[in-house]
């Protein structure tokens, strides 16, 4: 059991301004804002340290951040600057790459890094503090305080110091936010709006990740995979850090359980894939990781503010797990810096009634946060319907496959005739092709 801080000292009237629930990016973020504003703000981390616990595949794009921390790729802990990013999809024996690479992404202001969790949660924490926040990890908030009209007026801890009062909470406790459906504001656990990502990080020697990938110095390779996991709605990824490569699936809780799977198989799988094998000759297992991600998108995020608490990131449901996207850490800190900034607000007005704590939702409303939750809010069904999960991938290989392959003495086929007969091998209907391609554009256009 790691040592605990000492509590921290209570401000005079017993009442901190703000309590944040959870170090990760939207806490931090959102306590970093709060303190910026001269407000007390105690953050809470049930971890040893932030980010101990916390489990992702390993991008961050960072955009974000350029509003919280002025030329924050001079000091963020990073492993590469993702340079080169790659779709694939694949069947047991084909893997069809789109791959695109760019030195643009190579130097400030960069567009996405690996980085691990540990690392990036501490530094991010590490600011909320210098600029006043107090941390106190290895804590477990265990409820909510509320007042006789019902008001959310602190948190239970399972200190021995125990409950701490507070003019507002954050929630940003994660996925499965247990404050925020003791709040109300989440149902109870639908499985159908959950994924499940489970990873592994392998050891491979730098030199050999440079050779292997065809990067030099930071540059880093982010591959996003179809087709990689049995036919269970979901994807694979793989992901280079300096000295390891992280490796992993996200696959529908249900159709995991339905497939009565286990998810170590589909890596498994996915590591003998021949496409995928020659990069991890030799590779040695460090770590294997598991958590839950919030897939269901704007449907199915909570109310947002009640009286004297807000939510924000995986607790909230802002995660976009949408295909060519799997972005999580960027919408966490983008919600948690609003949430400190329209909580600092509603204090400076001493209103923080959910009325008062609208200015969350507006600020929302305005940013990239609900903008693309709102315009990739169909996403979720398209990407993971039956025809894309199981018939496109082996139509896509198996299409190019005829393209390339010569067949003298006959003669080439065109393409029109080659996607018809592919298409009809395949069980897939050229009406439904064009259903879906519209609904693609409609979409993701
Ligand atoms: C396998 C996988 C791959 C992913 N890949 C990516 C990726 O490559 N890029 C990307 O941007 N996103 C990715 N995501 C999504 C991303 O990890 C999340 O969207 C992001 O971490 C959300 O941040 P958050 O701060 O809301 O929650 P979290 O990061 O989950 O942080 C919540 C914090 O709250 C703490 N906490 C929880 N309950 C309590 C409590 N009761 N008391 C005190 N503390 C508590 C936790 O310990 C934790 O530190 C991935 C997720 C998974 C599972």
């Known amino acids: 059991m790691p040592e605990r801080v000492p ?40 971890g040893p340290f932030p980010g101990a616990k916390n489990v992702y595949g390993g991008v961050v794009y960072g955009r974000i951040l350029d509003e919280l921390i002025p030329r924050w790729w001079d000091e963020v802990p990073v492993q590469r600057w993702v340079t080169r990013r790659s779709t694939m999809v694949m069947t047991p024996t084909q893997a069809f790459t789109v791959d695109f690479r760019t030195q643009a992404w190579g130097q400030p202001p960069y567009n996405g890094m690996t980085t691990y969790r540990a690392d990036f949660d501490a530094w991010l924490a590490g600011h909320a503090v210098e600029a006043g926040a107090v941390l106190v990890t290895s804590t477990v908030v265990t409820g909510l305080l509320r007042d006789e009209r019902g008001r959310v007026t602190g948190v239970r801890t399972d200190r021995d110091d125990g409950d701490i009062r507070a003019r507002v909470v954050i929630a940003c406790d994660g996925v499965n936010s247990f404050l925020a459906k003791e709040a109300g504001l989440l149902p109870q656990t639908d499985a159908h709006h959950l994924t499940l990502g489970v990873k592994e990080t392998l050891a491979l020697p730098r030199e050999v990740i440079e050779e292997r990938f065809a990067i030099t110095g930071t540059e880093g390779l982010d591959i996003e995979i179809l087709g990689c996991t049995r036919g269970i709605p979901g994807g694979g990824f793989l992901y280079t850090n300096l000295d390891t490569v992280s490796v992993g699936v996200v696959v529908a809780l249900t159709g995991l359980a339905k497939a009565k799977v286990r998810p170590e198989e589909l890596i498994a799988d996915l590591k003998a894939h021949p496409a995928i094998a020659p990069y991890l000759r030799g590779a040695e297992l460090k770590e294997y990781a ?143 092709l064009a259903r879906d391609g519209l609904a693609g554009l409609r979409v993701f256009g």
């Open 290 to 432: 598991a958590h839950l991600i919030p897939e269901g998108g704007y449907r199915t995020m909570p109310r947002l503010a009640i009286d004297g608490m807000l939510v924000a990131g995986d607790a909230a449901a802002m995660c976009l797990a949408a295909g060519i996207w799997l972005e999580g850490v960027n919408f966490a800190i983008g919600s948690g810096m609003y949430a400190g900034r329209a909580a600092a607000e509603a204090l400076r007005r001493r209103d923080t009634s959910a009325s008062g704590l609208a200015g969350y939702r507006r600020l929302l409303e305005d940013s990239f946060v609900l903008a693309d939750h709102k315009r990739l809010q169909r996403a979720p069904d398209l990407v993971l319907s039956e025809r894309v999960q199981k018939q496109y991938p082996g139509m896509v290989c198996d299409l190019v496959q005829e393209v390339f392959t010569v067949t003298n003495p006959v003669p080439k086929r065109g393409m029109s005739r080659l996607l018809r007969d592919t298409a009809r091998r395949h069980g897939v209907r050229l009406r439904d």
């Open 7 to 46: 509590a921290p000292a209570v401000p005079a009237d017993g009442v901190w301004d703000a309590v944040v629930v959870g170090a990760g990016p939207a806490g931090s973020a959102a306590a970093l804002e709060l303190a910026r504003a001269g407000r007390s703000v105690l953050l809470i981390e049930r």
